[in-house]
């Protein structure tokens, strides 16, 4: 009996049903919304040059018979958010940054009804955005790099215009027709934040159960406990998995990984090369190599290492090269051939995988798993700055800005 696989069947089945209608309540329609209490002009957060951002006010836009008018009331940094921050490498500037937001709807057009999974919208509802479909309504994935986007974008990394709330390092957001939106009013604010980067997680887990490997009994490696390491981890957990190992430099970030719930960390400074980090993946494992590992750093070592970890027959998913950290070496005997080893790569996310999100979060809450402390730093829109200079610092874990 693989619990696990019953376990997701279950939260398919809840969201399914939320997705047709099924879950929702009475709907309180024409929620057009009482603009008189609305400022006249709000904060963007807006980069204007490299490694700096500028506070600047614009009137409020029209909200249209699609729109939601949302007021912010927090967003998390991105390691995105950070590359633009320091190198640009997308030409986004001028740009409101900042995808991994949420607030309240505050204003909203007539036309509009029901969240992107069905669920009803009214004034008040807590909500996350999460892509925006322009001419592709099959497309599962998005690229961040404007010349290739396809059929999606996202809010936070769209050029400025003459809207100008297209981000969440703000006082408001307009969320525009055609856009995803989710109303999440039953998750609390931190949670809320972490939606964006779990589902990255979400989706990971979801490639790595592909290979038909990934089990509920399953001994699993997660090397790099960043917040990517960390998430996968938990999620994991709340999957029923009990033998995670960690793998990090960091012995905070493994003291944290096991407050996750990881079963076991190790610290590869303890090792001095390859074969005995190999061996002690096995020892912590109880004398076994890992079923299947997850690769959450983007070094190129780490990549080179990971494969040392798993057994004949394992498997293996790459996520941690989200830019280009360089080529890795390996070798196509050991590692891939005579292992017969199983693969896949993970990339950001598909729609689907918003709504396990949802419930991922949820589970991780039921089983006291101390999601919220993955938040470290917050700051006030004001010192977005200073919050973005304390993320490239890495001494914490996820920063956010919180507005008051
Ligand atoms: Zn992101």
Redesign the pocket.
């Known amino acids: 009996m693989d619990a696990n696989k019953a376990n997701i069947e279950e939260i398919v089945k809840q969201v399914l049903a939320n997705m047709a209608g099924n879950g929702a309540t009475a709907a309180p329609s024409g929620s057009a919304g009482k603009a008189s209490e609305l400022p006249k002009t709000a904060r963007v957060a807006m980069l204007t040059d490299l490694e700096h951002y500028e506070i600047k006010e614009f009137p409020l836009p029209e909200v249209g018979d699609d729109d939601i008018l949302v007021k912010v009331e927090g967003c998390?940094i991105?390691?995105?958010?950070a590359h633009e921050f320091k190198k640009d490498p997308f030409g986004l500037i001028p740009v409101v940054l900042g995808?991994?937001g949420t607030g309240e709807i505050v204003k909203m057009g007539k036309n509009v009804k029901k969240d992107s999974a069905g669920k009803d919208l009214k004034l008040g509802d807590k909500v996350v955005t999460c892509m925006i479909f322009k001419d592709d309504p099959e497309i599962t994935m998005f690229d961040l790099n404007k010349q290739n986007v396809g059929g999606a974008d996202v809010y936070g990394l769209l050029p400025d215009d003459e809207v100008h709330f297209n981000g969440w390092f703000s006082d408001y957001i307009l969320i525009r027709g055609g856009s995803t939106v989710f109303n999440v009013s039953d998750l609390d604010l931190y949670s809320r934040i972490l939606i964006?980067?779990c589902a990255?997680l979400i989706h990971a887990v979801e490639r790595a159960k592909s290979t038909g490997i990934l089990r509920f009994n399953s001994r699993v490696a997660v090397q790099g406990c960043g917040p990517i390491g960390l998430i996968c981890i938990a999620i994991l957990r709340t999957m029923g998995i009990n033998d995670i190992l960690a793998v990090d430099g960091e012995q905070k970030r493994l003291d944290f990984a096991r407050r996750l719930g990881a079963a076991e960390t190790l610290n590869f400074k303890d090792y001095k090369g390859i074969e005995a980090l190999a061996e002690g993946v096995k020892s912590k494992l109880g004398g076994h190599l890992a079923d299947f590992a997850f690769q959450c750093t983007g070094s190129p070592v780490g990549h080179s290492n990971i494969y040392k970890f798993v057994r004949n027959g394992g498997g293996l998913c790459e996520l941690g090269f989200f830019i280009n950290g360089g080529d890795a070496t390996i070798n196509p005997h050991f590692d891939i051939c005579s292992k017969e080893l199983t693969m896949v790569g993970s990339w950001v996310y598909t729609l689907r995988d918003y709504a396990t999100t949802f419930e991922f979060l949820k589970s991780a809450k039921k089983i006291g798993l101390p999601m919220d402390e993955l938040i470290t730093d917050t700051f006030p829109l004001e010192q977005i700055n200073e919050a973005h200079r304390t993320n490239l610092a890495m001494t914490g874990l996820k920063i956010a800005i919180i507005n008051q």
């Not at 991105?78 to 958010?81: E, S």
């Open positions: 998390g991105c390691g995105t958010d995808h991994e964006e980067p990255v």
